[in-house]
């Protein structure tokens, strides 16, 4: 079981905006990262601390929090955007590291 | 930019061990990193195993690796091992290592995120 629990599946049309959720109790605390992973490659990390933005990725990509819940937002997604989405912050603790059991993207 | 480079795949017998390296570039081993590990079994999330801060060597691990999972760094190669014994199907896996930072603070193990990532290893248990 995942201390953090995303949707399984989000699908927009391509320009349209996606947006996937991530919730956890441990989130009011603590900040989430978040994950681009496409086919046969390694994890990219998108937005770390809740909502910044590492260099070099596009400006579409925008985070928020909000209680329990921190939310990935991709503005007028493309095709290259269709990857599984991973949030990621520690358990209630603070002990162990967490990762949420991820978010197939698709854009069609 | 933070460069990690892994050893190649793995084919193991069930009940050995598998020793995985992680080379890295300077930037990954100084007082603001830790090194972590990451495995994804075939078609399933990221699941992580644990983390190690070079030169301290002071580790954490997740409880389902509780006795399996040894994390090691040398320090003059900037190199760092994930070794994983008893090994069963289940550990079938790519196992990812990857840079982890927390901000300002000095290097922990926890609340970190990982900005830089291997290329991954694919470790194979069958008989």
């Known amino acids: 079981s995942h201390e953090l629990t995303q949707p399984p599946s989000v699908s927009v049309s391509p320009g349209q905006t996606a947006r996937i959720t991530c919730s956890g109790d441990?989130?009011?605390?603590?900040?989430a990262n978040w994950y681009q992973q496409r086919p046969g490659q390694a994890p990219v990390l998108v937005i770390y601390?809740?909502?910044e933005r590492p260099s070099g990725i596009p400006e579409r990509f925008s985070g928020s929090s909000s209680g329990t819940t921190v939310t990935l937002t991709i503005s007028g997604a493309q095709a290259e955007d269709e990857a599984d989405y991973y949030c990621?912050?520690?358990?209630?603790?603070?002990?162990?590291?967490?990762f949420g059991g991820g978010t197939k993207l698709t854009v069609l | 930019q933070v460069q990690l480079v892994q050893s190649g795949a793995e084919v193991k017998k069930p009940g050995s061990s598998v020793k995985v390296s992680c080379k890295a570039s300077?930037?990954?081993?100084?007082?603001?990193?830790?090194i972590g590990w990451v495995r994804q079994a075939p078609g399933q999330g990221l699941e992580w195993m644990g983390g190690?801060?070079?030169?301290?060597?002071?580790?954490n691990h997740a409880q389902n690796f509780q006795g399996r999972v040894t994390m090691t760094t040398d320090e003059s190669t900037y190199t760092a091992y994930m070794e994983l014994s008893s090994l069963t199907s289940g550990d079938t896996a790519v196992y990812y290592c990857?840079?982890?930072?927390?901000?300002?603070?000095?290097?922990?193990?926890?609340?970190?995120?990982?900005?830089?990532w291997g290329q991954g290893t694919q470790v194979t248990v069958a008989s």
């Open positions: 990857a840079r982890g930072i927390g901000g300002p603070v000095a290097a922990r193990l926890t609340l970190n995120w990982f900005d830089s």
């Open positions: 300077g930037d990954a081993f100084n007082s603001h990193s830790i």
């Open positions: 190690i801060i070079p030169f301290l060597r002071t580790t």
């Open positions: 441990a989130l009011t605390r603590q900040y």
């Open positions: 601390k809740d909502q």
């Open positions: 990621q912050s520690a358990d209630s603790s603070a002990t162990f590291e967490v």
